[in-house]
Nanobody, 115 residues
Framework: QVQLVESGGGLVQAGGSLRLSCAAS????????MGWYRQAPEKQRELVAAITSGGSTKYADSVKGRFTISRDNAKNTVYLQMNSLKPEDTAVYYC?????????WGQGTQVTVSF
């Protein structure tokens, strides 16, 4: 059974930084495309960043240059380093693992950026 557990969310002032972690069990992340999504109140869930099994990365335009996704296969963990945070980054952030047409999701972690 695949489980993804996010951590690292919290309250931060605008301009600050947070690092989210996603620890996986029941699978090895090296075979998956791993991603971070977010969902703000009354908005659809959107892709923030993704990293393929080969290490290619993709970012939403709104976070390019501020967020960095990385993976540590030895720790079976994916990270999202978030710098220069803005109030519009406030959302619940979800970890995702994708492999052979199957998506796995974590429970989410709240990120709140104050003015």
């Amino acid at each position: 059974q695949v489980q993804l557990v996010e951590s690292g969310g919290g309250l931060v002032q605008a301009g600050g930084s947070l690092r989210l972690s996603c620890a996986a069990s029941g699978t090895i992340i090296s075979i998956h495309t791993m991603g971070w999504y977010r969902q703000a109140p009354e908005k659809q869930r959107e892709l923030v960043a993704a990293i393929t099994s080969g290490g290619s990365t993709k970012y939403a335009d709104s976070v390019k240059g501020r967020f960095t996704i990385s993976r540590d296969n030895a720790k079976n963990t994916v990270y999202l380093q978030m710098n220069s945070l803005k109030p519009e980054d406030t959302a619940v952030y979800y970890c995702n693992a994708y492999y052979t047409f199957t998506n796995y999701w974590g429970q989410g972690t709240q990120v709140t950026v104050s003015f």
